[in-house]
């Protein structure tokens, strides 16, 4: 698992990152901008003061089956992306439970006084793992702040 891990870390955690960002983005975007149009009709605020009949340019009928439309058009969207998210999480839950096993069983060497095997064990995180999740980390930090502004 670790070796699996180590070769597709990073595309595993940026598919997760992604699947999440598309999962709670559509969600912003349904209740931030699609549903208070459809409440208003398709209208503008200014626009409804002009008139008490633009108001009724939708029915309830007809605002309850666009926002229905629209949100089933998210979830078919997003179901995908769910599917991945729940699948790299518990990958990355997986490598977790196995480099806390890994660990363990160093320090249980280390303290048996087979501090060579329990260094060979512990190398590989230290050499590979340790290094991928810093660049992972900052990659992370640096793309939260670059892309701040769009």
């Known amino acids: 698992m670790g070796e699996f891990f180590a070769n597709n870390g990073q595309l595993i955690v940026f598919l997760h990152v992604l699947s999440a960002i598309i999962w709670v983005g559509g969600m912003i975007a ?5 549903h208070p149009v459809i409440a208003r009709g398709g209208v503008t605020d200014a626009q409804m003061l002009l008139s008490d009949k633009i108001a009724d340019i939708l ?3 007809q605002r309850l089956g666009i926002t229905m439309q629209t949100v089933g058009r998210l979830f078919n969207l997003v179901m ?8 790299t999480g518990l990958i990355m839950a997986i490598n977790y439970g196995y480099m806390y096993y890994k660990r363990a069983t ?3 060497m280390f303290n048996l006084g087979k501090v060579k095997e329990a260094k060979g064990r512990m190398k590989w995180k230290a050499n590979v793992l340790l290094p991928l ?10 793309m939260g702040v670059a892309l701040r502004g769009i």
Do not use: C, D, Q, S
């Open 30 to 34: 349904m209740r931030v901008a699609v």
């Open 59 to 61: 029915e309830p009928k």
């Open 80 to 87: 995908p992306f769910i599917i991945i998210l729940f699948a």
């Open 106 to 108: 160093a320090w249980k």
């Open 133 to 142: 999740n810093i660049v992972l980390g900052l990659v992370a930090l640096w």
